[in-house]
């Protein structure tokens, strides 16, 4: 069963600063201690084919996943990490990705402030199914108010 959940909000920065924070491993650094208690990078530099170690704090239904950076591109604006280990992958998923997009806000014609999009897609086999309901948004709902509000304080 496949499934896809995503969220975006306007942020009042250019869509080149935005990047800056999510096209990085910057957002890993603004979340610990706030929504994950530690992000460890068990293999790479930040750039595709990095793999990190996201230990949660407790209340998720599992203590760690492991993602891997699978796309980074830098002109348009999107990374992708996908589950590796862990995580919803315990849980009966066959897959878990998170997509992050930064967009040029279409109503800004001063370039002055972008759209953060976040999604999640996920396959889970059939006899799992309802674990789909595991899935929401909450998580990626924290992730950008945390690096947007970053971004609005060092503007």
């Known amino acids: ?6 969220e975006e909000t306007e942020v009042k920065v250019p869509a080149s600063k935005a990047w800056a924070i999510y096209g990085t491993l910057e957002l890993a650094k603004l979340v610990v201690g ?21 230990t ?5 239904g599992f203590t760690y996943y492991k993602e891997k950076i699978t796309k980074v591109d830098n002109e348009n604006r999107v990374k992708e990490l996908e589950g590796v280990e862990g995580g919803f992958l315990d849980l009966g998923f ?12 279409p109503t800004d014609e001063t370039g002055s402030s972008c759209i ?15 674990n789909a309901s ?8 924290d992730i950008m108010s945390i690096g947007n509000e970053h971004l609005l304080k060092s503007s």
């Open 1 to 6: 069963m496949f499934g896809t959940l995503s």
């Open 34 to 54: 706030k929504v994950v208690d530690a992000v460890e990078v068990v293999e790479g530099d930040g750039g595709m084919g990095t793999i990190l170690k996201i």
């Open 56 to 60: 949660l704090n407790p209340g998720f």
């Open 94 to 105: 066959n897959f878990y990705m998170i997509r992050i997009e930064i967009k040029d806000n």
């Open 116 to 130: 953060t999009k976040l999604t999640i897609e996920y396959d889970v086999k059939e006899e799992f199914a309802t």
């Open 134 to 141: 595991l899935v929401n948004t909450e998580f990626l709902i």
